[in-house]
């Protein structure tokens, strides 16, 4: 680890403690902008009510994150949040909403915090997203806008295929890997690319070393 991800993931334990939450992690944190975007998502869509039992029926650890009756259930944008909160929080909102499809809900939360968040707090991203070769080549540099911890290395297959992988991802989650995988896929379409597909080849809540994303486009 070079000097410099040391210090980011030291600034990362930082705003964790910040946070004050129970951790399990020290390191292990999301950005609150895609998350705060797509609470906002959750309650145009399913209503103040079920945010409300979002807020209410999240595991106690995790109620000081949250605040009833607020926009984006008191989530913000300038804050970092544990993975473990975050797996929690979409479970929790799966179970609300009686969600049929996992896969689809992460899915359509991952999709709505990508594209909230271009529209606010998030516009360094724009000047990546010309090709996604450029998108590829700020591989780690976007992936620090989201997490405070993985190291990012992309391959290159083909004009329409490359691989990103991801090792030291302390605090991994399988959710969040799911989330990541989602996100790739949006982030890709927006370089305006069509058909843009991420499958997660590997991961380490396989027992693989790495997570490894394989993305294609046409
Ligand atoms: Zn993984």
């Known amino acids: 680890m070079t000097t410099g991800e040391q210090r980011r ?5 930082k705003r964790f403690a910040s946070v004050g939450a129970t951790p399990t992690h020290v390191v292990g944190n999301m950005a609150g902008t895609p998350i705060a975007a797509a609470a906002r998502h959750f309650e145009q869509k399913y209503g103040r009510a079920a945010a409300s039992d979002v807020v209410t029926r999240i595991p106690a650890r995790w109620r000081e994150l949250l605040r009833p009756n607020t926009e984006a259930m008191g989530l913000l944008g300038s804050r970092w ?9 979409i479970y929790t909102a799966k179970i609300v909403v009686h969600a049929p499809d996992e896969d689809a809900f992460i899915r ?10 271009m529209s ?12 996604p070769r450029a998108f590829a080549e700020h591989s780690q540099e976007s ?6 911890t993985g190291i990012v290395s992309v391959t290159t297959i083909g004009e329409h295929e490359l691989r990103r ?10 959710v969040v890997c799911k989330v990541v995988a989602e996100v790739f896929t949006r982030t890709f379409s927006k370089t305006g690319v069509r058909e843009a597909r991420c499958r997660r080849e590997e991961c380490v809540g396989w027992g693989h070393k790495a997570c490894v994303f394989h993305i294609t486009w046409r």
Request: no cysteine.
């Open 165 to 174: 992988r991801v090792v030291d991802w302390q605090g991994h989650n399988v």
């Open 120 to 131: 606010t707090g998030m516009r360094a991203m724009a000047r990546w997203l010309g090709s």
């Open 9 to 13: 993931v030291d600034d990362g334990a």
């Open 81 to 89: 949040y544990p993975y473990a909160f975050l797996a929690d929080w």
């Open 143 to 148: 992936w620090r806008l989201f997490h405070d």
């Open 108 to 117: 359509e939360l991952a999709w709505a915090g990508i594209d909230g968040s």
